[in-house]
């Protein structure tokens, strides 16, 4: 573990000691409450505390929100969001932070300072060989962020794995100090196939996040308590680029892995690079 300060260090030490989940998930039931002055309250401070305002969204005022989840996975005004237009460009799946981007060296995917974690630990051993000279970014989507993922391109989905393990919270003091963190905190990993190859788009959730949802699937995390994995014909569940494909509820990670060793990242991106749904992250 590598202390960067005392602080970091307690932290951390409250990471793994905290019952993970059973705070998470009382976070959840709050987040969840249609009480008035419960939703209000919350949906109040926090947009106060993270500068949060409803230019870009559909709803026009806070007390339009149901619940404080509804208001954190708020839609976007139509046009609110640019989808790269170039037929040989990826748009970014998530508005946020890219934590990390670069090539899968042997099936090995970076994580900061020292630390790395296997494609068959982050994919549940899922179609590891695809990605294991490929690409890969993982785009941190900050509490102020707008939390619903949308596809980098078109895609028709073949499978769809829930992993329900840790919860650590995924921020930079985690990542520099948690070996393997999103390769062991509860995630969804969808598997595409795309027109340039296989694509994995890997939901990691987090300390609080009360759940993950996909448009085909809708609640995943917390219903189930184990792995479970599901199959789908190509012919069924067909997503066009810029098209929802899911949403955190409190936040987290997207891993993106693509098997086409021909795509290149755009050159403006690098890590802690600013990142908006939609606009173009990389090409072939």
């Given at each position: 573990?590598?202390?960067?300060?005392?602080?970091?260090?307690?932290?951390?030490?409250?990471?793994?000691?905290?019952?993970?989940?059973?705070?998470?998930?009382?976070?959840?039931?709050?987040?969840?409450?249609?009480?008035?002055?419960?939703?209000?309250?919350?949906?109040?401070?926090?947009a106060k505390k993270f500068g949060i305002t409803l230019d870009e969204y559909q709803a026009q005022s806070?007390?339009?929100?149901?619940?404080?989840?509804?208001?954190?996975?708020?839609?976007?005004?139509?046009?609110?969001?640019?989808?790269?237009?170039?037929?040989?460009?990826?748009?970014?799946?998530?508005?946020?932070?890219?934590?990390?981007?670069?090539?899968?060296?042997?099936?090995?995917?970076?994580?900061?300072?020292?630390?790395?974690?296997?494609?068959?630990?982050?994919?549940?051993?899922?179609?590891?060989?695809?990605?294991?000279?490929?690409?890969?970014?993982?785009?941190?989507?900050?509490?102020?962020?707008?939390?619903?993922?949308?596809?980098?391109?078109?895609?028709?989905?073949?499978?769809?794995?829930?992993?329900?393990?840790?919860?650590?919270?995924?921020?930079?003091?985690?990542?520099?100090?948690?070996?393997?963190?999103?390769?062991?905190?509860?995630?969804?990993?969808?598997?595409?196939?795309?027109?340039?190859?296989?694509?994995?788009?890997?939901?990691?959730?987090?300390?609080?996040?009360?759940?993950?949802?996909?448009?085909?699937?809708?609640?995943?995390?917390?219903?189930?308590?184990?792995?479970?994995?599901?199959?789908?014909?190509?012919?069924?569940?067909?997503?066009?680029?810029?098209?929802?494909?899911?949403?955190?509820?409190?936040?987290?990670?997207?891993?993106?892995?693509?098997?086409?060793?021909?795509?290149?990242?755009?050159?403006?991106?690098?890590?802690?690079?600013?990142?908006?749904?939609?606009?173009?992250?990389?090409?072939?």
């Amino acid at each position: 573990m590598i202390m960067a300060s005392f602080k970091t260090f307690l932290f951390i030490i409250f990471q793994y000691l905290t019952p993970q989940h059973l705070i998470s998930r009382l976070v959840g039931k709050i987040a969840a409450s249609e009480v008035l002055w419960i939703k209000n309250t919350f949906i109040t401070k926090f947009a106060k505390k993270f500068g949060i305002t409803l230019d870009e969204y559909q709803a026009q005022s806070f007390d339009e929100f149901k619940s404080f989840n509804d208001f954190f996975t708020r839609a976007l005004k139509d046009g609110a969001r640019e989808i790269c237009q170039d037929d040989n460009g990826f748009a970014c799946p998530a508005d946020g932070a890219i934590s990390q981007l670069g090539d899968i060296k042997e099936g090995r995917i970076f994580q900061a300072k020292g630390f790395d974690f296997t494609c068959e630990e982050l994919l549940a051993g899922e179609n590891v060989e695809q990605y294991k000279n490929g690409k890969f970014a993982t785009v941190y989507l900050s509490p102020k962020d707008y939390h619903r993922m949308h596809m980098p391109c078109d895609g028709k989905l073949t499978s769809m794995t829930y992993i329900p393990v840790e919860l650590f919270s995924v921020n930079t003091a985690t990542s520099e100090n948690v070996p393997r963190l999103f390769a062991r905190n509860e995630r969804v990993v969808a598997l595409f196939d795309t027109p340039n190859g296989p694509m994995a788009m890997v939901l990691v959730g987090a300390m609080i996040v009360a759940s993950i949802e996909t448009v085909w699937a809708g609640q995943l995390a917390p219903v189930r308590k184990k792995v479970t994995h599901q199959k789908y014909p190509l012919e069924q569940i067909e997503l066009k680029k810029g098209k929802e494909m899911g949403r955190f509820l409190l936040g987290s990670t997207v891993v993106l892995l693509f098997g086409n060793d021909e795509i290149k990242w755009s050159e403006s991106l690098k890590a802690l690079s600013d990142v908006k749904m939609g606009e173009k992250i990389a090409q072939i």
